[in-house]
């Protein structure tokens, strides 16, 4: 009796874990095939701000090398709005078939979800790391109309003026009003905030005498420091950066522990096959490794990383959870 009913149990358990089995060896193999012929099509990197923004010079940068690497088209698509959050919405309801890739930074990954609600997509679960590109620290520039030439020269002035500076920022809750915001509460002076929808109109009215400061990745200002039509103070670094070094690291000039900047780094939508994902990267590692690439972004004051998926996976979460605290101990809001 008791050998005619384990054969009875024993064949359904067996057959099971024969389906289970085969079924995940056929979608280990639709997988692989996939990777095999990738990519079969133009990929497109979506870029959450303007064109022009530190986030697109390292979008573009990166997508010359894979366009190669791959013999595709690797297309720079640039989506604004929400501090970033439209840009990522997107790509995090995109197909999750290695066609679609999305630069993440600390404004989509750290600042809007601990200042947003309702976010409308989830930085962590949405999306699959790929490969962690640099850092940037940010770079405090002021209008060339302002009598300061240090930090603690322009901190002297903005409290001799309560309220009447201006700062541009790419918008509400983004990474450059975050800077600001925490510089502010620091060396305890009064700014007002005049939002943009992307770096590239906050720069037109910054060079114009618009608006007087602005704090933003500095391989967007580079470009108008170097020329004069803006001026550098200080980075957000713990000490300079070797691009600039004759610009000072805030928090030596002035501001004892002051850190701010951004970082980039390609995402995936989450369920994009691993296989693509290890090829995506890397071909991103290569790329940023490349004697030319890592010369340019070290030119606009940026620090290569080349990071393996689960060491960008572990920054984003640090960045989130770092990033939070900064906001609440210096009570930022998005509005």
Sequence with gaps: M??????????????TAFVLACGNAQSQSAAAGAAQGYPAKPVRII??????????????????????????????????GASGAIGAELAAKSPPDGYTLFLAGVATHAVNPNL?????????????????????PALLAIHPSLPARTVQEFITLARARPGQLDYASSGNGSAA???????????????QHVPYKGVSPALNDLISGQVQVIFNAAAALLPHTRTGRLRALGVGSTQPV??????????????????????YGFVAPAGTPRAIITSLNRETVAAVKSADISSKLAAEASVPIASRPEAFT?????????????IREARITAN
């Excluded at 008791?2 to 057959?15: C, D, E, H, N, Y």
């Excluded at 997509?121 to 640099?134: G, H, M, Q, S």
């Excluded at 009003?177 to 700014?191: C, D, P």
């Excluded at 070797?242 to 970082?263: L, R």
């Design 2 to 15: 008791s050998v005619t009913m384990s054969v009875k149990l024993s064949v359904p358990l067996f057959t």
């Design 47 to 80: 870029v959450a701000f303007s064109a022009g923004g530190g986030n697109d010079v390292v979008a573009r940068l990166i997508a010359q090398k894979l366009t190669a690497a791959f013999n595709r088209a690797f297309v720079v698509e640039n989506r604004p």
């Design 116 to 136: 947003q609600k309702n976010l409308p997509y989830d930085p962590l679960k949405d999306f699959d790391a790929v490969c962690l590109i640099a850092t940037a």
């Design 177 to 191: 009003q975050l800077a600001t915001e925490l510089f502010k509460s620091m060396t305890r002076i009064n700014l």
């Design 242 to 263: 070797p691009a600039i070094p004759d610009v000072p690291a805030i928090s030596e000039a002035g501001v004892p522990g002051y850190q701010s900047g951004s970082w």
């Design 314 to 326: 572990t920054h984003m979460r640090e960045e989130h959870a770092r990033v939070g605290k900064v």
